[in-house]
């Protein structure tokens, strides 16, 4: 079936260093949509990409959309124990399909 | 404040028991969403609902049911049929179904079997 893989599934960083989560499809997606959820919180929606190779910028949270529309990455600078939480990717197949998350953890 | 309010918030479940998770939203939005969530996993898709009277299965809707008799309700019920209920319920719901709108999601109920 229409699968939304998303790697890694954890990830440690001192604070100040960079992270990145990546998202990857079995099929083209019409949009990408990136979540955010904190520790005991719910799903909190961040962006949507919907072109070819789109990038946008969220203050030190840069999201990409790839040329093949089947890949999507995003990017934290200098990240900061605000930033602690799980990051979900979620395709566009004819029905949203989220990944299985990417959580981060900051140590100060 | 618009938004979708789930109840209750902790819920426990004795064996062979049906439980009523409450999902109302007061957003307008058309579509609403159930979502269970196990550690580690991401968000599955139990049911959706894309208009009043109609609602479609997701991808783990065995020993689940909904209803959706107006707009803002959408409420899960989680049959004694559903052998390993204990997980995260979240509840979602989006201007349309289409996949183009984002989904604003509920704060959720943490089911628990006793």
């Known amino acids: 079936g229409q699968q939304v893989m998303q790697i890694p599934q954890y990830q440690h960083v001192q604070e100040g260093e960079d992270f990145t989560t990546y998202c990857n499809s079995s099929t083209t997606l019409s949009n990408i949509q990136w979540y955010k959820q904190r520790p005991g919180g719910h799903p909190v929606f961040l962006i949507q990409?919907?072109?070819?190779?789109e990038v946008k910028k969220q203050k030190r949270l840069t999201f990409q959309f790839g040329e093949a529309k089947k890949n999507s990455s995003l990017h934290i600078t200098a990240t900061q124990t605000t930033d602690v939480g799980t990051y979900f990717c979620a395709g566009d197949t004819g029905k949203l399909i989220f990944g299985q998350g990417t959580t981060l953890q900051v140590k100060p | 404040d618009g938004g979708i309010t789930q109840s209750p918030k902790y819920l426990f479940r004795k064996e062979g028991q049906n439980v009523t998770l409450s999902c109302e939203q007061n957003l307008n939005h058309d579509a609403m969403y159930w979502y269970r969530q196990d550690p580690g996993q991401g968000l599955r898709l139990i049911y959706y609902?894309?208009?009043?009277?109609?609602?479609q299965k997701g991808d783990i809707a065995e020993g689940y049911s909904v209803s959706r008799e107006k707009k803002e309700s959408f409420p899960l019920t989680v049959t004694s049929a559903q052998k390993n209920p204990t997980a995260f319920y979240l509840c979602?719901?989006?201007?349309?179904?289409?996949?183009?709108?984002?989904?604003?999601f509920g704060d959720g109920t943490r089911l628990s079997i006793l």
């Open positions: 990409l919907v072109k070819s190779g």
């Open positions: 979602a719901s989006s201007m349309t179904e289409t996949g183009l709108e984002p989904q604003h």
């Open positions: 609902s894309q208009i009043v009277n109609d609602f």
